[in-house]
């Protein structure tokens, strides 16, 4: 599995769309973050 290097940019964009989503949906931007770990990490569930 290849490592992934988070830029300071994409890092901040994915801050800046978990707290928009948090806004309407707080719980789906908790699941967001819970979710980054899985999904970027490893191979994402479909």
Do not use: H
Not at 26 to 43: D, H, I, K
């Amino acid at each position: 599995m290849k490592r992934i290097r988070w830029t300071q940019p994409a890092a901040q964009d994915l801050y800046n769309i978990t707290r928009y989503i948090g806004r309407d949906n707080p719980e789906a931007a908790r699941q967001v973050e819970r979710e980054r770990g899985s999904c970027f990490f490893q191979p994402c569930r479909t």
